[in-house]
């Protein structure tokens, strides 16, 4: 079982930059791809972004390439997202999740555990 703490959302305006960090503990964190996903009001949990175990391969929802990065520290048992020109659309709560193998998923039904999640809102 893996334990999932989200941290580092806020208000910020159109344009602006916030880092993610989600604190993982339990199963051997170095093990198995994580990902972040969000959801806004009234609408469906959707996929942000995916992270391989190692680090060295990620996936990026096409409304967030360019713009927002994964990334781990498996040293420190934490995963990352840095998300830079951020929009109004971007505005959701923010969850990370950690799947039960060591490859990039992509779908919400391949991650077996999650966070309580982190409020983003993004001000025009």
């Known amino acids: 079982q893996v334990q999932l703490v989200e941290s580092g959302g806020g208000l910020v305006q159109a344009g602006g930059s916030l880092r993610l960090s989600c604190a993982a503990s339990g199963r051997t964190f170095s093990t198995y791809a994580m990902g972040w996903f969000r959801q806004a009001p009234g609408k469906e949990r959707e996929f942000v972004a995916a992270i391989s175990w190692a680090g060295r391969s990620t996936y990026y929802a096409d409304s967030v390439k360019g713009r927002f990065t994964i990334s781990r520290d498996n040293a420190k048992n934490t995963m990352y997202l840095q998300m830079n020109s951020l929009k109004p659309e971007d505005t959701a709560v923010y969850y990370c999740?950690?799947?039960?193998?060591?490859?990039?998923?992509?779908?919400?039904?391949?991650?077996?555990?999650w966070g309580q999640g982190t409020q983003v809102t993004v001000s025009s």
């Open positions: 999740a950690a799947t039960r193998t060591a490859w990039v998923q992509t779908r919400k039904s391949d991650y077996g555990n």
